[in-house]
């Protein structure tokens, strides 16, 4: 794992070398021609030419419809026996899938599994992991940056402990309201109940990529567990987990993973945990060899399988089967480097053609600072998103001024961020975004 590069808390930036190519659309054609991951797009279909919204949703890919059609054939032909006759068997498809996933985490193939969704997979570690604190620890550091649905999640979990999440929950405060600084993380673990630190891996508007090594280091310093979510970096940066000593983590399979809308989502426990009683435990969990012995005292599987809480849902999960072999095929070192590129590229292109629409960069340019898309802020954030969705360039709105792009590096080309750069100039130079609603409804 020594040669891994451009992986959260490494200081050694992974390099375009930008002096090599020339300018305009040449430059742009002259990177995609010396990308090595390229013919990967032709695996993926998506429904327009610019899709940059990858981290809230990657497309299909023939591998993953592949898998999926054999899950429905299984069914189709073996029914029950499908359990223990297919390939892999039902029974242990998360398990198999958590072999898969762990080397995109740094993690021992016992250490993950591919279980439940982002949100649950958060109540049943955080809780679990809340009962293992003695009285007067159980505080939770977060920051007020976070994917509400994490707070929303802890919160629960300390109410049902009889712990009031206003004086629990601890925030660490943005000082630009784009980053959390890593120092400021630090001081809030000083705060005098904090038993538990839980931060994304990456920002999810911004995109800044945070210091996982340094975050649990200083929190095991203190005696306080490290938990990671790491939704929005999953697939494009390389973890390094097991090494860093982070006690768990939790993911979702449907942005970068590509394993389709809703799909089965992922945890981490380190195995220094391992059997330790799962806060929300069910028969899936149970040790797999007495599973069907049905007795009605819970033992915990030695691994992260524990933390299943019900009958794996095998078609959210078998495209992720299919998609995880794209990945793997790829390598999950060369897709960083890529991402990397393709971020730099764009950062590069907003500043040269945009800046003088008033755009700016919200995402930190440092590369050990960003995880795999970039933040785009203009007061007009959401009228420019609507009318480049309506051109043909799929990206999203957060609020309140950020138009977020996401050059996914298995389908995304340098060619399309220079074209993406270029519409978007063009809807600013022709004003016509003024003509949509100034106010967003519905998913955005
Ligand atoms: C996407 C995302 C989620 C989504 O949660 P689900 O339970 O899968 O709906 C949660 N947290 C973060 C940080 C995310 O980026």
């Given at each position: 794992?020594?040669?891994?590069?451009?992986?959260?808390?490494?200081?050694?930036a992974?390099g375009d070398?930008e002096?090599?190519?020339?300018?305009?659309?040449?430059?742009?054609?002259?990177?995609?021609?010396?990308d090595?991951?390229?013919?990967?797009?032709?695996?993926?279909?998506?429904?327009?030419d610019?899709?940059?919204?990858?981290?809230?949703?990657?497309?299909?890919?023939?591998?993953?419809?592949?898998?999926?059609?054999e899950?429905?054939?299984q069914?189709r032909?073996?029914?029950?026996?499908?359990?223990s006759?297919s390939?892999?068997?039902?029974?242990w498809?998360?398990?198999?899938?958590?072999e898969q996933?762990?080397?995109?985490?740094?993690?021992s193939?016992e250490?993950c599994?591919?279980?439940?969704?982002t949100?649950?997979?958060i109540?049943?570690?955080?809780?679990t992991?809340?009962?293992?604190?003695?009285e007067?620890?159980?505080?939770?550091?977060?920051?007020?940056?976070?994917?509400?649905?994490?707070?929303?999640?802890?919160?629960?979990q300390?109410r049902?402990?009889?712990?009031?999440?206003?004086?629990?929950l601890?925030l660490?405060?943005?000082?630009?309201?784009?980053?959390?600084?890593?120092?400021d993380i630090?001081?809030?673990?000083?705060?005098?109940?904090?038993?538990l630190?839980?931060?994304?891996?990456?920002?999810?508007?911004?995109?800044?990529?945070?210091?996982?090594?340094?975050?649990?280091?200083?929190?095991?310093?203190?005696?306080?567990?490290?938990?990671?979510?790491?939704?929005h970096?999953?697939?494009?940066?390389?973890?390094?987990l097991?090494?860093y000593?982070?006690?768990?983590?939790?993911w979702?399979?449907?942005?970068?993973?590509?394993?389709?809308?809703g799909?089965?989502?992922?945890?981490?426990?380190?195995?220094?945990?391992?059997g330790?009683?799962p806060?929300?435990?069910?028969?899936w969990?149970?040790?797999?060899?007495?599973?069907?012995d049905?007795?009605?005292?819970f033992?915990?599987?030695?691994?992260a399988?524990?933390?299943?809480?019900s009958t794996?849902?095998?078609?959210?999960s078998?495209?992720?089967?299919?998609?995880l072999?794209?990945?793997h095929e790829?390598g999950i070192?060369?897709?960083?480097?890529k991402s990397?590129?393709l971020?730099s590229?764009?950062?590069?292109?907003?500043d040269e053609h945009?800046d003088?629409y008033?755009?700016?960069?919200?995402?930190?340019r440092?590369?050990?600072?960003?995880?795999?898309?970039?933040?785009i802020e203009?007061?007009?954030?959401?009228r420019?998103?609507q009318?480049?969705?309506?051109s043909g360039?799929?990206?999203?709105?957060?609020?309140?001024?950020?138009?977020?792009?996401c050059?996914?590096?298995l389908?995304?080309?340098?060619e399309?961020?220079w074209?993406?750069?270029?519409l978007?100039?063009?809807?600013?130079?022709?004003?016509?975004?003024?003509?949509?609603?100034?106010e967003?409804?519905?998913?955005?």
């Amino acid at each position: 794992m020594d040669d891994q590069t451009g992986c959260e808390g490494d200081q050694t930036a992974v390099g375009d070398t930008e002096t090599a190519y020339g300018t305009g659309v040449e430059g742009a054609r002259e990177r995609d021609s010396d990308d090595t991951l390229a013919e990967f797009a032709t695996h993926f279909e998506t429904p327009e030419d610019l899709y940059l919204d990858g981290n809230s949703l990657g497309p299909i890919s023939d591998v993953a419809e592949q898998r999926l059609e054999e899950a429905v054939e299984q069914w189709r032909t073996l029914g029950i026996r499908g359990w223990s006759e297919s390939e892999p068997p039902w029974f242990w498809y998360g398990e198999r899938l958590g072999e898969q996933l762990a080397p995109l985490v740094g993690a021992s193939p016992e250490e993950c599994v591919a279980t439940g969704t982002t949100t649950t997979n958060i109540h049943t570690t955080v809780g679990t992991f809340l009962d293992t604190l003695e009285e007067g620890r159980r505080g939770v550091l977060v920051n007020d940056l976070d994917f509400p649905t994490d707070h929303y999640a802890i919160r629960a979990q300390l109410r049902q402990r009889g712990l009031d999440p206003d004086e629990h929950l601890h925030l660490v405060e943005s000082r630009d309201g784009r980053t959390i600084e890593t120092e400021d993380i630090v001081a809030g673990m000083d705060e005098h109940d904090v038993g538990l630190v839980f931060m994304p891996s990456v920002l999810y508007r911004s995109g800044q990529l945070f210091d996982i090594e340094t975050i649990t280091t200083e929190a095991h310093e203190r005696d306080i567990l490290a938990g990671f979510d790491l939704a929005h970096s999953i697939g494009v940066v390389p973890h390094r987990l097991s090494e860093y000593d982070v006690d768990f983590a939790v993911w979702c399979s449907y942005k970068y993973l590509n394993g389709g809308p809703g799909a089965v989502g992922g945890l981490y426990v380190n195995e220094r945990h391992f059997g330790t009683t799962p806060a929300l435990a069910g028969w899936w969990g149970h040790d797999k060899e007495t599973q069907f012995d049905m007795n009605l005292e819970f033992t915990p599987a030695e691994s992260a399988g524990a933390w299943q809480i019900s009958t794996v849902p095998l078609f959210s999960s078998a495209p992720l089967l299919g998609a995880l072999e794209l990945t793997h095929e790829a390598g999950i070192e060369a897709i960083r480097e890529k991402s990397l590129n393709l971020t730099s590229y764009l950062i590069s292109l907003v500043d040269e053609h945009l800046d003088e629409y008033g755009c700016s960069i919200g995402t930190p340019r440092e590369h050990e600072r960003r995880g795999g898309h970039v933040a785009i802020e203009h007061p007009e954030a959401y009228r420019l998103s609507q009318a480049l969705r309506d051109s043909g360039a799929v990206v999203d709105f957060r609020q309140p001024n950020v138009i977020r792009v996401c050059p996914a590096p298995l389908y995304v080309g340098f060619e399309e961020v220079w074209e993406f750069v270029q519409l978007l100039a063009d809807i600013l130079e022709s004003d016509r975004y003024q003509s949509y609603d100034r106010e967003p409804s519905g998913v955005t």
